[in-house]
């Protein structure tokens, strides 16, 4: 049986964090924290860090996210974009889906946030039937079983889980041109605060299970979901 493949521009995981100090490719603008107890904490869906929204970085990604993390899309942040090198992945049968798994690690500067994108949808062929245009109808669409069927998404962070449910949905948000046509995104993602000095753990989990899932897949699966787990390490300095 011919290896399924995912259609990565329509519906696909955003490549969760790539080791960005040793290939020194992306550049955090850190700040002053005091992270205390509050070390690694996903922040409230509201959260606003420099100004930017969930709708916000959403349009900021849209390009790089539907590249395959192609680096000549990546905007400039004042926070660290978690992302990974889609070669890194390994991609296995998982009974009538697949798994994505992988591992990797970086170096930040202390006082650096971050921003975790998890699981994104656009409206490049092939898509799951329905894409929305408004915030209402896209939480129905993502979350819902009889489209994209979003569930269990979680952050761990040293061992302690937080779901990302629906609030941390952003878009729909009309983009620049997406690789394959499409112009409309939506990102399931959240920002972090400051991890404390030291090493540190972050897993990703995570699947879509709705009734479209197949339609983005050649030959069809019915499921996808990932695995992921980085090691964080934050120094005074970096090196």
Same mark, same amino acid.
């Given at each position: 049986?011919?290896?399924?493949?995912?259609?990565?521009?329509?519906?696909?995981?955003?490549?969760?964090?790539?080791?960005?100090?040793?290939?020194?490719?992306?550049?955090?603008?850190?700040?002053?924290?005091?992270?205390?107890?509050?070390?690694?904490?996903?922040?409230?869906?509201?959260?606003?860090?420099?100004?930017?929204?969930?709708?916000?970085?959403?349009?900021?990604?849209?390009?790089?996210?539907?590249?395959?993390?192609?680096?000549?899309?990546?905007?400039?942040?004042?926070?660290?974009?978690?992302?990974?090198?889609?070669?890194?992945?390994?991609?296995? /049968?998982?009974? +009538?889906?697949?798994?994505?798994? #992988? *591992?990797?690690?970086?170096?930040?500067?202390?006082? %650096?946030? &971050? @921003?975790?994108?998890?699981?994104? /949808?656009?409206? +490049?062929?092939?898509?799951?039937? #329905? *894409?929305?245009?408004?915030?209402?109808?896209?939480? %129905?669409? &993502? @979350?819902?079983?009889?489209?994209?069927?979003?569930?269990?998404?979680?952050?761990?962070?040293?061992?302690?889980?937080?779901?990302?449910?629906?609030?941390?949905?952003?878009?729909?948000?009309?983009?620049?041109?997406?690789?394959?046509?499409?112009?409309?995104?939506?990102?399931?993602?959240?920002?972090?605060?400051?991890?404390?000095?030291?090493?540190?753990?972050?897993?990703?989990?995570?699947?879509?299970?709705?009734?479209?899932?197949?339609?983005?897949?050649?030959?069809?699966?019915?499921?996808?979901?990932?695995?992921?787990?980085?090691?964080?390490?934050?120094?005074?300095?970096?090196?």
């Amino acid at each position: 049986m011919a290896k399924p493949a995912v259609n990565r521009s329509s519906i696909r995981i955003v490549l969760l964090v790539a080791v960005t100090v040793l290939l020194g490719l992306v550049s955090a603008t850190p700040i002053a924290a005091n992270t205390g107890s509050h070390s690694g904490r996903v922040l409230p869906p509201d959260a606003h860090p420099f100004g930017y929204s969930l709708d916000r970085i959403t349009r900021d990604l849209a390009v790089f996210s539907s590249s395959n993390n192609d680096l000549k899309f990546l905007p400039d942040t004042p926070f660290q974009v978690l992302y990974a090198d889609p070669d890194r992945f390994i991609v296995t /049968a998982d009974g +009538t889906g697949l798994l994505f798994t #992988g *591992f990797n690690s970086f170096t930040v500067e202390q006082g %650096t946030l &971050f @921003f975790v994108p998890l699981w994104n /949808a656009n409206d +490049t062929p092939p898509v799951v039937p #329905g *894409f929305p245009r408004s915030a209402a109808k896209a939480k %129905t669409y &993502f @979350f819902g079983a009889a489209h994209v069927g979003a569930r269990d998404f979680e952050i761990i962070i040293d061992g302690k889980s937080t779901p990302i449910g629906s609030r941390y949905l952003g878009g729909p948000v009309k983009t620049a041109p997406l690789p394959g046509g499409g112009n409309h995104m939506i990102t399931l993602g959240a920002f972090l605060s400051p991890l404390a000095s030291g090493v540190h753990s972050v897993t990703i989990r995570g699947g879509v299970f709705g009734a479209g899932i197949p339609a983005t897949t050649d030959p069809p699966v019915d499921f996808l979901r990932e695995d992921i787990t980085y090691t964080v390490e934050v120094v005074k300095h970096r090196r």
